[in-house]
T-cell receptor, first 114, second 116 residues
Framework: DQQVKQNSPSLSVQEGRISILNCDYTNSMFDYFLWYKKYPAEGPTFLISISSIKDKNEDGRFTVFLNKSAKHLSLHIVPSQPGDSAVYFC?????????????FGQGTILTVHP | NAGVTQTPKFQVLKTGQSMTLQCAQDMNHNSMYWYRQDPGMGLRLIYYSASEGTTDKGEVPNGYNVSRLNKREFSLRLESAAPSQTSVYFCASPKYSGSSVPGELFFGEGSRLTVL
């Protein structure tokens, strides 16, 4: 049972436009959500996170939105740059003693064309 | 450079062979984690260690054993490798001690394992 799902395996956007990556979850115990970015032959790197008590968090070009009632979160990248081309993983954590025990989505391959 | 170091980076095994993946972190953190990444599955937690001397199963522990040798090192052992264990393995540790961002992990570069 996939508790965190990224239903779009890939996304292609033009440089300068907005990239929107989506993620759905089923476990109501998740209270922290994160996005990781991964380049080929490297480990994932943390990008941005959001607590379940918030509905939006911004960090420069990156914004994460959380809709708890719909169990849905999204990552917006504005403006998109070619260097943003990577695999993006959504991840969730149940908190408390679950620190670091993340449940990941399948990933979305983002390609930003110059 | 501070971080998480994994060895080896690549390994090819035959079914039934054994091997150990090594992981070391120099950030002096208590907890360490082993994940595997498979196409279409994302990353899945195999085992974790909350502190030196303790280990616990994650989501997919079958076929693996771990050892938390000391605070720095956390190894993952495949006693009898199977083709289903062909994967990329990542070791991780919290990025900051007492991080205010739960789940923010620093990952190693990965170990690509192929079992024939």
């Amino acid at each position: 049972d996939q508790q965190v799902k990224q239903n779009s395996p890939s996304l292609s956007v033009q440089e300068g436009r907005i990239s929107i990556l989506n993620c759905d979850y089923t476990n109501s115990m998740f209270d922290y959500f994160l996005w990781y970015k991964k380049y080929p032959a490297e480990g994932p790197t943390f990008l941005i996170s959001i607590s379940s008590i918030k509905d939006k968090n911004e960090d420069g070009r990156f914004t994460v939105f959380l809709n708890k009632s719909a169990k849905h979160l999204s990552l917006h990248i504005v403006p998109s740059q070619p260097g943003d081309s990577a695999v993006y993983f959504c991840a969730a954590q149940a908190g408390g003693t679950s620190y670091g025990k993340l449940t990941f989505g399948q990933g979305t391959i983002l390609t930003v064309h110059p | 450079n501070a971080g998480v170091t994994q060895t080896p980076k690549f390994q090819v095994l035959k079914t039934g062979q054994s091997m150990t993946l090594q992981c070391a972190q120099d950030m002096n953190h208590n907890s360490m984690y082993w994940y595997r990444q498979d196409p279409g599955m994302g990353l899945r937690l195999i085992y974790y260690s909350a502190s030196e001397g303790t280990t616990d199963k994650g989501e997919v522990p079958n076929g693996y054993n771990v050892s938390r040798l000391n605070k720095r090192e956390f190894s993952l052992r495949l006693e009898s490798a199977a083709p289903s264990q062909t994967s990329v393995y990542f070791c991780a540790s919290p990025k900051y001690s007492g991080s205010s961002v739960p789940g923010e992990l620093f990952f190693g570069e990965g170990s690509r394992l192929t079992v024939l």
